[in-house]
């Protein structure tokens, strides 16, 4: 995995190291602020622990503005 991500990393012009961790991390943060609850975040990406995933889930306003739209249908 790491020597396709560096290919495509060079083919994208992009410049120092690019680590797997970083793009896994990237993936669980978009996943988590689009909606997805931290105990299937965490199946997703394979965790042990739900604390790994709830560090990944935004805490602000208009997250929890949005997750109450989204529990009362408005």
Do not use: N
Not at 15 to 24: A, N, P
Not at 32 to 54: E, F
């Amino acid at each position: 995995m790491d020597r396709r991500v560096r290919e495509v990393a060079d083919q994208a012009d992009l410049f120092g190291r690019i680590h797997l961790h970083c793009l896994r991390a990237t993936a669980a943060s978009h996943h988590a602020y689009k909606g997805v609850s931290p105990v299937l975040l965490q199946a997703l990406m394979g965790w042990s622990d739900l604390v790994t995933a709830q560090k990944y889930i935004p805490i602000s306003g208009t997250a929890t503005a949005d997750a109450l739209r989204r529990v009362h249908h408005r």
